[in-house]
């Protein structure tokens, strides 16, 4: 092709060069899954999570937290099932030491589901907590242990009604049986409900569900063939 250029002609030659728009990839971004970030720190076979993350949605504290109940599907995407306001530690996340306030951050089992009633409202294992059971905080064999202490009467208050135990520093369920905790970790970490009219304060370490009916939904929810995990602070 010849062309005039402000005086003499010049030529331009196009040898075998092409413009083409090469066609987009088959799999639009919209249709891209994108996992959370957190899905990476949960096993495979996990499809149950149960999410509680620091947020200012309801309140500015540093104990103020949403927990999130996903799922996964069938083609392997995460679904926010539902969100419920909640609380943590009176001084956040970063549990160190018995009695320091804090919650812990992590992935975490679920050690067992409880209710005060007489039959479990799910299908996880379950244990009812009665008047007279703690989860002792005394240095000693019995350190982080489910017990059943004579003369405790507090074992079944409002907050403590239905909830379940966090498998943190090694819990145990029967005095001697399981890996040792260790001493001075950090005993007793729950996820549980609220009393009356303290639905939103803050905990000395557990994670609290303060609506006591969206705890009855999470422990219906929950199933043991989803090998549900807790991620905290992720």
Known sequence: MLTRLGGPLVALLLVGTTCALVPAPATAASDRRLDPAWAAVVPAGTTQV????????????????????????????????????????????????????????GTFRIKVTFTTGTANPGAMPWRQRRATSVVSSRAGATYNTWLEVPGVRSGNRPSMRSGWVLDFNNVRLRPGHGPRPVPGAGSGIFFHTSKPDHRWAPTAGCTQVGNPAQMRWLLTWLRPEAQPRVVQDR
């Open 50 to 105: 149960v999410r509680t993350v620091s947020s200012r949605k309801y309140c500015r504290k540093v104990w103020c937290t949403v927990t999130q109940a996903w799922e996964r599907g069938a083609d392997g995407g995460w679904t926010n099932r539902r969100e419920f306001r909640s609380s943590i530690g009176v001084h956040g996340w970063g549990k160190r030491r018995e009695g320091d306030g804090r919650s812990p951050g």
